[in-house]
């Protein structure tokens, strides 16, 4: 009986699993069909051969440009959110200063932040500087909205850094640059990969703020890049999926690599605050 | 020691970028918000102050409120879905084999973009040659319906892949704080005699009680900030009938140039915001005293 129960349970949760996963196959399939294929038989049906030129057909877009600049849009963003981030976290958790409490706060707080309410001040503030179609408001946006989830990954390793090691340090006469550069961020590589990680998704699939700062093509990232190039194809299934794919394809692949890093930022990310 | 830690000037230089990136481009922007509210405003020229008007325009605003209505509405389904989530968590932390990659399997549509969500489910809804009307077409459902152009269903069809996108994140959450109570405690249950039934109800669910107020307070908030999906799968319609607030402001203010009544929708998004996070944790926060008494 007992047997009974638990290989139903485990069905159920299989099923789930295909859940997750059947609509991203049923995508890969149809990018690679044409559509004669796509409007003529099940949508089920295996491609008769695979249809590579619809891959060609999308990467013949800007959607080379796009992937470029989603990697160094994101990459940059992820150095400054991580290093601005260790540095405030550093300064909260280990000096000593009268106002911490109350800038830890302010951190904290922006995480419940809608960014749709400061979004039309930014978009006015970069306009006055003339950072409007300019990458850099893009960059500066994702590190300050992404400052205060990385400072509460950060803080609870902080919290637990033995105090004696720095003590140790600056009797030996080690300046506080020295103490963070290199005795601090070496002990915390463990948390700061994680941190790395998790930003380097969040701005990889970020939409907003480049579809409302960024209008040349060749400053576009993918999500808002395919969005435009999925608007000319509308009806050209193959090249939709083609993109879709390529759009996603890098998340799997880190996901294959660092999967219980993901995990754990994810989970951190959500609860410790 | 202490001398060297409380130098003022490092304090500063180690906290002052982070702090000015934070009040730069968050705060003032939030204030700056309910101040543009007070203006009649196009975007590019001169600002003219008319006071309160916008606000006036707000609260008067059907188009408006609805969209606060779908916010609630998502925001509550959100709520609900949790039920689920928490019951497929207790299955997969009650020893089952291969666990761990089936969570890690749940949370991939999590990583993926929403802009691509929202185009791989327009494809899944597509009405004549989607996955889902396929579907329904050769199980004998002659004409199934055009999910995202039916104004009475479009809300619930945008809500499936949201409900497909989160359920990998909180599994992982219910799941990890499953495994963190002592397997002793399970085991002295089970030794007494408590069914899996009892010992989920009376030992497990009490025991991750607070994980669980944190994730109403997530999905709630969490829900009404949604934009991205919904804005690429129906840009708000048919008809403003799948519209929410962050779309409505959105398309007030860089479609209809109306920067000045978009503002102040964008404020009263923040104050909506804040008071329900205020109002849901301060439930939730009685409650664990009541149980503490």
């Known amino acids: 009986m007992q047997r009974v129960g638990y290989v139903v349970l485990y069905v159920i949760l299989i099923i789930i699993a295909i859940v997750q996963i059947f609509p991203l196959f049923w995508l890969f399939l149809f990018s690679l069909k044409d559509n004669q294929q796509i409007f003529a038989k099940s949508p089920f049906s295996l491609p008769d051969h695979p249809h590579w030129e619809n891959y060609l057909k999308a990467w013949q877009g800007n959607i080379g440009t796009y992937f470029f600049n989603s990697i160094w849009i994101s990459t940059v963003a992820v150095v400054l959110t991580v290093l601005f981030a260790s540095m405030a976290t550093f300064a909260i958790t280990r000096m000593k200063w009268k106002l911490s409490k109350l800038v830890l706060g302010l951190f904290m707080v922006g995480l419940m932040i809608p960014l749709h309410s400061a979004l039309i001040p930014l978009f006015k503030l970069y306009l006055s500087v003339d950072l409007i179609d300019n990458p850099i408001s893009v960059v500066l946006s994702y590190t300050a909205f992404h400052l205060p989830v990385t400072m509460m990954i950060l803080l609870g390793f902080y919290y637990t850094l033995p105090k004696e090691i720095e003590e140790a340090a600056i009797m030996d006469g080690c300046s506080v640059n020295l103490l963070f550069a290199r005795i601090i961020l070496p002990m915390t590589t463990s948390v700061l990969s994680t941190t790395v990680i998790i930003n380097m998704i969040y701005n990889w699939n970020e939409f907003v703020f480049v579809n409302t700062f960024i209008s040349s093509d060749q400053y576009k990232t993918l999500t808002v890049g395919i969005q435009n190039f999925i608007g000319q194809y509308q009806t050209d299934w193959g090249p939709i999926g083609a993109t879709l794919i390529i759009s996603i394809v890098p998340i799997p692949i880190l996901y294959i690599f660092f999967s219980n890093k993901i995990v754990e930022g994810m989970s951190a990310s959500a609860i410790k605050g | ?293």
């Open chain 2, 1 to 293: 020691m202490n001398k060297v830690m409380s130098n003022i000037w490092m304090i500063t230089l180690y906290i002052l970028p982070a702090l000015l990136l934070l009040l730069v481009l968050i705060y003032i922007p939030l204030g700056l918000s309910a101040y543009y509210g007070l203006m009649e405003w196009d975007g590019i020229g001169n600002m003219k102050f008319i006071g309160l008007e916008n606000f006036i325009t707000g609260i008067q605003d059907m188009k408006f409120w609805s969209s606060v209505y779908h916010s609630f509405l998502l925001a509550l389904f959100s709520a609900l879905s949790l039920l689920a989530y928490l019951a497929i968590s207790l299955i997969l932390a009650s020893n089952i084999k291969g666990s761990d990659i089936l969570r890690k399997i749940y949370l991939i549509p999590m990583l993926l973009s929403s802009v691509a969500i929202a185009q791989l489910w327009i494809k899944v809804y597509n009405p004549t040659n989607g996955m889902l009307n396929s579907f329904l077409m050769a199980i004998g459902i002659d004409d199934p319906p055009a999910w995202l152009a039916e104004p009475s269903l479009v809300l619930y069809a945008i809500f499936i892949p949201i409900l497909w996108q989160y359920a990998g994140f909180y599994i992982l959450i219910y799941y990890a704080a499953l495994k963190n109570i002592p397997a002793a405690l399970v085991e002295a249950a089970r030794m007494d005699g408590a069914s899996p039934w009892q010992v989920a109800f009376n030992i497990k669910l009490p025991l991750i009680k607070g994980v669980f107020k944190v994730t109403i307070v997530l999905a709630i908030v969490g829900s009404l900030k949604y934009f991205d999906l919904i804005y690429v799968m129906t840009g708000g319609g048919p008809n403003g009938a799948s519209e929410v607030m962050a779309s409505y402001m959105y398309k007030v203010a860089f479609r209809s140039y109306d920067f000045g009544y978009g503002s102040a929708i964008g404020f009263l998004l923040l104050i909506i915001t804040l008071m329900v996070t205020f109002i849901v944790r301060k439930l939730t926060v009685s409650d664990e005293e009541e149980l503490q008494y």
